[in-house]
T-cell receptor, first 110, second 112 residues
Framework: DQQVKQNSPSLSVQEGRISILNCDYTNSMFDYFLWYKKYPAEGPTFLISISSIKDKNEDGRFTVFLNKSAKHLSLHIVPSQPGDSAVYFC?????????FGAGTTVTVRA | SQTIHQWPATLVQPVGSPLSLECTVEGTSNPNLYWYRQAAGRGLQLLFY??????ISSEVPQNLSASRPQDRQFILSSKKLLLSDSGFYLC???????????FGNGTRLTVT
């Protein structure tokens, strides 16, 4: 049962432009949402999170938006840099457990 | 800050052999500990989590088991590996609810 879905397996963006990654969830009990970045053969690295009481959280080039009514969150990366090329996972938490999406592979073109 | 140690980094095991993966955490006390698996081309699947010594919750029925003999030690085991156990195994820890998980660098397990 996939409770967190990332429907775009890949995204290609030009350096300097905005990257927008999307994520949908089905469980209305989720109250904490996160984005992770992962390079091959490494563990995921935490990027940014948002509580369900907010609709936006910003940290440098990364902004996460939450639309609870639509059960949708997105990650904006502005401007995109070559080092941003990686797999990005969204995750949603209910109590102690995090459920992850399948990931979106981002490629930043020079 | 916390550090998560996982070993080995890679492992090749024959079908039917036992498995023991160890994870230790430094720089924090009484962490919540997790085992996740990433199969090829797929997302992260939660296998086990633990909120304290000896307390293990299993998320997916399978031939794997987990134990937490000490506060900062989490072990993933199997008595007999299956081909389907191949994957990238990740240990993670968090400080509690509404805290991000921090992951180790993982173990790439190939069952042949």
């Amino acid at each position: 049962d996939q409770q967190v879905k990332q429907n775009s397996p890949s995204l290609s963006v030009q350096e300097g432009r905005i990257s927008i990654l999307n994520c949908d969830y089905t469980n209305s009990m989720f109250d904490y949402f996160l984005w992770y970045k992962k390079y091959p053969a490494e563990g995921p690295t935490f990027l940014i999170s948002i509580s369900s009481i907010k609709d936006k959280n910003e940290d440098g080039r990364f902004t996460v938006f939450l639309n609870k009514s639509a059960k949708h969150l997105s990650l904006h990366i502005v401007p995109s840099q070559p080092g941003d090329s990686a797999v990005y996972f969204c995750a949603a938490a209910n109590d102690y457990k995090l459920s992850f999406g399948a990931g979106t592979t981002v490629t930043v073109r020079a | 800050s916390q550090t998560i140690h996982q070993w080995p980094a890679t492992l090749v095991q024959p079908v039917g052999s036992p498995l023991s993966l160890e994870c230790t955490v430094e720089g924090t006390s009484n962490p919540n500990l997790y085992w996740y698996r990433q199969a090829a081309g797929r997302g992260l699947q939660l296998l086990f989590y633990s909120v304290g010594i000896g307390q293990i919750s299993s998320e997916v029925p399978q031939n794997l088991s987990a134990s937490r003999p000490q506060d900062r030690q989490f072990i993933l085991s199997s008595k007999k590996l299956l081909l389907s156990d191949s994957g990238f195994y990740l240990c993670a820890q968090s400080g509690g609810t509404h805290s991000p998980l921090h992951f180790g660098n993982g173990t790439r397990l190939t069952v042949t």
